[in-house]
């Protein structure tokens, strides 16, 4: 299926109410509903068809798909604000789905769930509490979901959730896979026959790297198997092993690998003294995604753009402890290669570090795209912050490949494709300018040829979805095409 060229998106802003939703409604019923929760947005696509058709073609199908306002806002019974829009948007999907969709295929996508594997929930130390034994209850570290005190703010009951969305009773069933992709858990009993006026929800809940992961899966063969790492605000891998010949894009296994929560040391070749790994020193939690992604308003101490807002800091100071530190880790060869790729040397003298913009000018706008500026205009100092981030992205890869041979059922000889999702990706590795170039270069150069092809110069996919709902919007489509086909 060429989803470029069959999937109609029609893409709205921002809404803060259902009244766009219930303009659609009116003319068109839906079919599939999808919804991603825990990124920079709450967003949420509705495929539908004309309303009245019966029987409509895949080519009747639209996604709608609409970004809900209100993630730092809360409503008088202290849900939060976009949330309790998704809420009700589902109660008015539910109420008008076609007839042939009355068993209602959904995704929900949730940023840092399944929380239900044992390792990740006693990293969040919430495993011992009564209310996480609950069926259907996802510890969601991203969300703040209620405004209370305490780790229950963060937690979700998804049937209680859907069931308060709708009118009069509902037959529902809802499945979450755990860490490998396993559905293994039914929170209501099988269905009964439906009665003609009876409707149905059929809720899988997904995480968000996962979802992409079978997204990007349409353009690899049968058996393929497929690394996916989403990096923007924050990080994951998620890694499909052996893909599927059927319509969602599944893999024999399904791995979320939470990978942005590892300690970022722990990924790295143990000979390795990062200069990325500084900013160990000021983070709460120097996990991967705190080293290496983030830096926007929301999370200004993280990433490249956290370290550069502390070499700023002490670049005049009379000691130079941290300045010293960062240009002797850089210099100690490791990264010899990567900064030549860049810049055409292979050290760093503290002349171009004093000189570089990144350390003189006055910087009031996002930090992040300030470097990728800087490095675009020839600035040494922010090639080589890029090419040493590309040298460390390559050795995480490696060792999360390594780590998946190691503790799952992934064969020793598998050999990874690569593709990535994520504004801080993009603007890195998919930049326009060719000045940038180089990023790419380096990370497939330096990926382990024993565990990820690398027979093209740049063996990496930049994952741009048609609509930026990490490839829920073609979820959408998938789950509509399925029910009108099976009509």
Sequence with gaps: MDLATSIRIVEHNSIKDDSEVKQLLKKREAVAETA?????????????????????????????????????????????????????ITGLVIENAHQLARNLKMIFGFSGAPTTNTEFIERCEASSDAYMQEPGTFYLPNVRVVDVEGKSANLLNLPDFINKSCAGELKSSFKFENQYGVENQKWYPEKEKLSDEQS????????DAVAHLRYQAANYEHGASLMHLVMSTGTNVGIGYKKQDDELGNFEQSINTEAGHIPFADLLPKEAKSPLVLRGQRLENPSFEAIMAGGNSASPERGLAGLVRDLRVYANDKDGLLVREFIDRANNGRYADAMNLATGQTLITDDVFQSSSLIQDDIQGDMNQAIEEAAIQGDPLAKVLIAIWSRDLADVLNGLAAKAKSNSKVEAGTKFNLSVNGSLAYGILDNANLELDFAKTIL??????????????????????????DGLAEQAYKFAVAAVQAA
Excluded: C, W
């Excluded at 019966?54 to 809360?74: C, K, M, Q, W």
């Design 36 to 88: 991603q929760v825990g990124g920079s947005n709450t967003r949420l696509a509705i495929a539908s068809v004309p309303r009245d058709l019966a029987s409509p073609r895949p080519d009747n199908i639209h996604v709608d798909t609409f970004v809900l306002d209100g993630n730092t806002e809360y409503g008088d019974k202290g849900l939060r604000k976009d949330l309790s829009l998704m809420q009700g």
């Design 200 to 207: 149905s929800v059929a809720v899988k809940v997904v995480n």
């Design 444 to 469: 497939a150069g330096d990926l382990n040829e024993e565990d990820f092809i690398t027979g093209l110069l740049h063996p990496i996919a930049i994952s741009r979805p048609l609509a930026e709902m």
